[in-house]
C-alpha cells in the first residue's frame, strides 16, 4: 500500500444530467432511466461535492470481506468517526433497485467495453443492478488506488450523498466548521454534448429551454431510515480532529 502521506489525489467527479436540454434536442435519455428505475439516483447526483470530507474518506478506505452481516463492506473514518459503505447503503442512498444482472467476475464484463455492454442492456430494456456495479466498481477503485501514489477519487459526489444522509453535514454546519465544508460541483451534461456527437456543428443550433439548471444545495432530502455515523453528535471527536488536522485546513 502507497504511504497515505505521501499520496496524491484527484477527484472525479460525477456529471449532472439536464435531461430537459437533451430532450428539447431531440435526445430524450430519460425514458430509458425511468425504465430502470434510477431516476432517484440522477436526482442524487445533482448537489454539492465536500472535497476535503471525500478526501478524508479515501485516505483511510479499506475494502473487507465478510464485514457487516457477512456483506463484503467498505470500512473507513471521517472526521475521526468510523463509516462503513455496503452494496445495501448504495441502493438505499441511490433508490435504484437492488436487484438484476451483474457478474463481476465475468470474462464478458472484465474484457470488454463496460459501458458499451451496459449500453446495449439499457436499450434491450434488461434490468441492470445499478448498487452492485457501483459498489464493485467502487471497491475496484479503492483497491487499485492503494498501490498507487497517484490516487483517482472516485464517485465523489455519491460519498457527498452519503456524508448528507449520515447527518454528517448537518453535524459540522450545526457546529460553523466552515473550513472542511468547502464545496465544488461537477459539470452539466447538456444538449452541448451533441456537438462532440456530431449531430450540432456548432452551439447556434442548440435549442434553449429557457429553464436554467440549478444545482440543489440547501434543502436537500433525507432517506427514511438511513443509518447516521456512530458518535456523529460526540463534538468532542469532532473538535480533536479538527484541532489535528488546522495545519491541512490553512
Known amino acids: 500500500m502507497a504511504n497515505i502521506l505521501k499520496r496524491e489525489f484527484k477527484f472525479v467527479i460525477e456529471s449532472m444530467i439536464d435531461f430537459d436540454s437533451l430532450e428539447a434536442n431531440d435526445l430524450d435519455l430519460k425514458p430509458f432511466f425511468e425504465k430502470q428505475g434510477w431516476l432517484t439516483f440522477f436526482s442524487?447526483?445533482?448537489?454539492?461535492?465536500f472535497?476535503?470530507?471525500?478526501r478524508d474518506f479515501w485516505k483511510y478506505a479499506t475494502v473487507i470481506n465478510g464485514g457487516l452481516d457477512g456483506q463484503r463492506e467498505i470500512q473507513s473514518s471521517v472526521m475521526g468517526m468510523e463509516v462503513s459503505i455496503t452494496?445495501?447503503?448504495?441502493?438505499h442512498v441511490t433508490g435504484a433497485p437492488n436487484e438484476g444482472p451483474?457478474?463481476?467476475?465475468?470474462?464478458?464484463?472484465?474484457?470488454s467495453e463496460i459501458q458499451r455492454h451496459l449500453l446495449l442492456?439499457?436499450?434491450?430494456?434488461?434490468?441492470?443492478?445499478?448498487?452492485?456495479?457501483i459498489f464493485n466498481r467502487f471497491c475496484e477503485a479503492l483497491e487499485e488506488g492503494s498501490q498507487k501514489s497517484r490516487c483517482l477519487i472516485q464517485y465523489c459526489r455519491l460519498l457527498s450523498e452519503f456524508f448528507h444522509q449520515a447527518g454528517l453535514i448537518k453535524a459540522l454546519e450545526d457546529i460553523n466548521a466552515s473550513e472542511v465544508l468547502k464545496k465544488t460541483v461537477g459539470d452539466v451534461m447538456n444538449a452541448s454534448i451533441l456537438i462532440h456527437m456530431k449531430r450540432k456543428s456548432n452551439l447556434n443550433e442548440i435549442i434553449t429551454t429557457g429553464k436554467a439548471f440549478r444545482v440543489k444545495g440547501?434543502?436537500?432530502?433525507?432517506?427514511?431510515?438511513?443509518?447516521l455515523i456512530?458518535?456523529?453528535?460526540?463534538?468532542l471527536v469532532i473538535s480533536d480532529y479538527l484541532n489535528r488536522e488546522s495545519e491541512s485546513l490553512t
Open 44 to 49: 442524487r447526483l445533482n448537489g454539492p461535492v
Open 51 to 54: 472535497p476535503f470530507l471525500v
Open 87 to 91: 452494496q445495501d447503503i448504495v441502493a
Open 102 to 111: 451483474f457478474e463481476p467476475d465475468s470474462d464478458k464484463i472484465k474484457n
Open 121 to 133: 442492456m439499457l436499450v434491450e430494456e434488461e434490468q441492470i443492478h445499478l448498487p452492485a456495479y
Open 218 to 227: 440547501k434543502g436537500r432530502v433525507f432517506v427514511d431510515k438511513y443509518p
Open 230 to 235: 456512530p458518535k456523529l453528535n460526540d463534538l
